[in-house]
């Protein structure tokens, strides 16, 4: 049958199989401890990745809270013992490196990058970078790539959602980047 369709017009065998499919999603990505990737997913479901997306986005509009990160997908961390902030920065896209890994050296999560832009709006992008070896990951996918980082739209400009165990962590990251001249406030 043709993705185009309607779904009123598919047979209820095809609508079974992919909500079948859709909760298997799901499952496997629940029973995860860390991103699972779309093509992981995929594979393990024998649908192409285009699928996989749209599978997704159906999920996410029935209000499931899917996150992608540049790994993979996860749920939202419901870790209730964690504290949040917004951290405003500013600099040029050489010193990236520098600010990333004072956030991790601190022992705080970079949860995205959030931009404002004057057409869209809000731009936001999931990062998810907890560690070295995840900033080096980042930065390899940067350098191959060769894709413009979302503050280079902003001048310079961003802000990060960042998270730890505890407030004084991102205290001291925030005392940090401020000594380094990346902190605008």
């Known amino acids: 049958m043709n993705s185009a369709t309607p779904k009123a017009q ?38 192409s990745r285009q699928c996989l997306v749209q599978d997704i986005a159906i999920l996410r509009a029935a209000g499931e809270e899917i996150v992608a990160t540049p790994r993979g997908y996860r ?25 990333l890994q004072i956030l991790v050296d601190h022992g705080v999560k970079v949860l995205d990058v959030i931009v404002e832009h004057p057409l869209y709006g809000e731009l936001r992008g999931s990062l998810a970078i907890e560690s070295r070896a995840d900033l080096q990951d980042f930065l390899k996918r940067v350098k191959a790539t060769h894709a413009a980082l ?15 165990s505890r407030p004084e962590m991102i205290s001291r990251a925030r005392a940090r980047l401020r000594e380094r001249g990346i902190l605008l406030k």
């Open 75 to 99: 749920l939202p961390d419901s870790a209730s013992d964690t504290h949040r902030a917004v951290l405003a920065c500013r600099h040029s896209p050489e010193r990236t490196e520098e600010e």
């Open 150 to 164: 979302l503050s280079s739209l902003t001048g310079g400009v961003h802000l990060h959602t960042v998270e730890a």
């Open 10 to 47: 598919r047979p209820a065998s095809e609508h079974a199989r992919s909500e079948k499919r859709r909760n298997r999603i799901i499952e496997s990505i629940r029973s995860r401890q860390g991103p699972v990737s779309g093509a992981e997913l995929a594979k393990r479901l024998r649908v």
